[in-house]
């Protein structure tokens, strides 16, 4: 999540603190309690939320896939272009998501990337959208199944499965936009190191993981589910997140077999092409090829933002892709670009970024960050990466790479 992921870590809506919690709190003192609410009143069991799309049966031929080293969407297996709308869930106009996915089938981009997380430690005013709330004061937290809630999720799945576009959806940000991992932590305790061992912060995260999945576990417009937004954890051995990531994805597989399951990881932590630089390094936690070879684990997937890795020359996006690409050849996985971007300049190295991409075995997508437009309320967030649909950057970046692919 390119707003949110930097070194000096910026927002779209406004700039948030990313820095890890030093301070742990034993989360022994506090009991984890979950329910599920149609903000503002009815209080409603998880399970009882109704899967979107449609059956299992007409619906199972039109679950995308992994074919080989390539995506199979709509029994087309090939190369798929597509980009990050991460406050697509966020708009409360339907009109503005219809427009957004409309213009996304119109461009040929066929995958994207939304937020399905949106935690908040206390109710916001009336109309702001969450989707999570947890509350310091009970020990609780509480689903929004709501109108300004997790509905307005409903609204994008439905609207994806109208105009064919699928959708890759995390369910947690590493990051401290819209609440990430913090928010658990600012209610149960301990720090974001913490978080991927905590047993308490576990099972509420594996909570919402299960209300999510239950209500699209059968729709066709799930690309696939996402374990988080660049999960890192700075300091730890590499196992921490590897376990981690082993245990999630053979839950949500346990949950919902139709989709396929991936990390949402930047991609540190690799041997392959190392020139020793900060990206390559483990000292984020993540060792890239130890992830992707966790059973549940679909395909891989990587992010690429030179500036904010402190990376001065930006042919090294190249041999980041590549050396990407050569792990998940190695382990019989496709590999998605999944967000990359240079700011504020849109048609240089970035399209070579997007051929080498293209013409390296073991790559099956790329999705740019990020997507925009004119929105009912206004243009969309602009991080300095933001691609307006229909300028002469967006001919350049998405029209003219879809029409090579």
């Avoid at 009815?42 to 939320?49: D, K, N, Q």
């Avoid at 947690?172 to 658990?184: E, H, I, Q, R, T």
């Avoid at 209300?211 to 660049?230: D, M, P, Q």
């Amino acid at each position: 999540m390119r707003s949110f992921s930097s070194v000096a870590v910026l927002s779209a809506i406004g700039a948030a603190s990313a820095q890890v919690a030093t301070s742990p709190v034993p989360s022994s003192t506090f009991s984890t309690a979950i329910s599920s609410t149609a903000h503002p009143s009815s209080t409603v069991p998880v399970a009882s939320s109704t899967p979107l799309g449609t059956s299992q049966s007409t619906a199972s031929s039109s679950f995308a896939k992994v074919d080989g080293l390539k995506f199979n969407i709509d029994g087309e297996s090939k190369y798929f272009a597509g980009t990050n709308s991460y406050w697509l869930p966020f708009q409360t106009n339907n009109a503005d998501v219809d427009s957004v996915l409309k213009n996304l089938k119109k461009s040929g981009l066929k995958i994207l990337r939304v937020w399905g997380f949106n935690d908040v430690n206390a109710v916001p005013e009336d109309g702001k959208v969450y989707f999570q709330l947890h509350d310091k004061a009970t020990g609780k937290t509480t689903i929004n199944t709501g109108a300004d809630g997790l509905k307005r999720l409903d609204y994008v799945v439905s609207a994806a499965e109208k105009y064919g576009i699928k959708l890759i959806i995390p369910f947690v940000n590493f990051w401290d936009d819209y609440g990430g991992m913090n928010a658990y932590v600012t209610a149960y305790g301990g720090s974001k190191t913490d978080w991927y061992t905590d047993k308490k912060m576990q099972s509420v995260y594996q909570a919402y993981i299960k209300a999510v999945v239950s209500r699209y576990k059968t729709s066709s417009a799930i690309f696939a589910w996402e374990l988080g937004n660049e999960p890192r954890c700075p300091g730890c051995e590499t196992d921490v997140i590897a376990n981690w990531v082993a245990k999630t994805s053979a839950y949500i597989k346990s949950l919902d077999s139709n989709h396929m399951v991936t990390t949402g990881e930047e991609g540190m932590g690799l041997t392959p092409g190392s020139d020793g630089s900060y990206p390559y390094t483990h000292k984020e936690g993540s060792d890239f090829a130890k992830n992707l070879a966790a059973p549940d684990i679909d395909f891989g997937v990587f992010h690429l933002y030179v500036a904010d890795w402190g990376i001065k020359d930006n042919e090294f996006g190249n041999q980041w892709i590549e050396s990407h690409a050569k792990i998940c050849d190695e382990a019989g996985k496709p590999c998605m670009f999944e967000e990359y971007g240079i700011k504020n300049d849109h048609c240089s190295d970035s399209l070579k970024w997007q051929k080498t991409a293209l013409s390296t075995p073991g790559n099956a997508a790329d999705l740019f960050w990020q997507y925009g437009q004119k929105l009912s309320t206004g243009p969309s967030p602009n991080d300095d990466y933001t691609i307006y649909y229909g300028t002469d950057d967006w001919k350049c970046t998405v029209t003219d790479h879809v029409s090579e692919i």
